[in-house]
């Protein structure tokens, strides 16, 4: 052997690719398929177990609670807005009269 | 501006273009880093379960480099667990656990030609990070980068590891011609 230039080639030629076998690409798609579909299934069946249990009702109801207290809440909001609103432009009007009497 | 997050389809389809890109390349490493084909196919297959995982992280992270390091990477990470798992059964025969016990058929291509046997010979000897720079540069042409980021070393740290593989390989192979 004449050095490292020698070894070099020498390891091309030793170390050439392997070709996979020609059905392992086809069995990694299908394996990679089956866990995709299994755990499309597992969420489904997990949602479907998880409404049925009433344990879980709690939280969505407590959600909707909250919702419509917020709901309720900014209707509120807006009425006494708009009483206020109008309050202050019956008192300017008042006012502007009281003006113009004088 | 992020960009939108992609549907599973896309991912996927990216995913498969991904592994029909370096199934060859994932096939060779692990042929020569365990030795048999039927352990190769088990990693090259485990490997690609554990990349699709992750595959969305690692190409928003990847920045728009090359995927193949990183599936080499978990590759190195399952073959070295491959081998802790086989040291931990002391029932599992020598032959069977020691890395790459039988060079497959490029034995068979390279009989005739003393010289390739002996280089497959000395690679076989090789400690594993070595034989691995070597596999990855020779059978998969893999430059220092791409290896160092497979290995999770420095580009320097991999330079140098490179030598000093072929360095090792060298004196081996001189050796076994001694004694020819």
Known sequence: ?102 | MSEPAKTKAQLDEEFAALYRTHMRDLYSYAYYRIGNHHDAEDLVEQTFLQAYRHFERAQRESDGRPLRPWLLRIAHNLAANHYRYRSRRPQTSLEESGPVAALHSTEELVSGRDELARVLEGVKRLPDDRREALIMRFALGMDNREIARALGRTDGATKVLLHRAIKQLESLVALAEAGA
Do not use: K, Y
């Not at chain 1, 030629?13 to 996979?20: N, T």
């Open chain 1, 1 to 102: 052997m004449s050095g490292p230039g020698n070894v070099e080639s020498l390891l091309r030629e030793a170390l050439s690719p392997v070709e996979p076998p020609a059905d392992l690409a086809s069995r990694v798609t299908s394996r990679l398929q089956s866990i995709s579909d299994h755990a499309a299934d597992e969420l489904e069946n997990w949602e479907l177990a998880a409404m049925r249990d009433p344990r879980n009702w709690l939280r969505p109801a407590l959600a909707l609670l909250g919702g419509g207290a917020a709901g309720a809440g900014l209707v509120l909001l807006r009425l006494h807005q708009r009483q206020r609103r109008d309050a202050e432009s019956g008192s300017e009007a008042a006012h502007a009269g009281d003006g113009d009497a004088h």
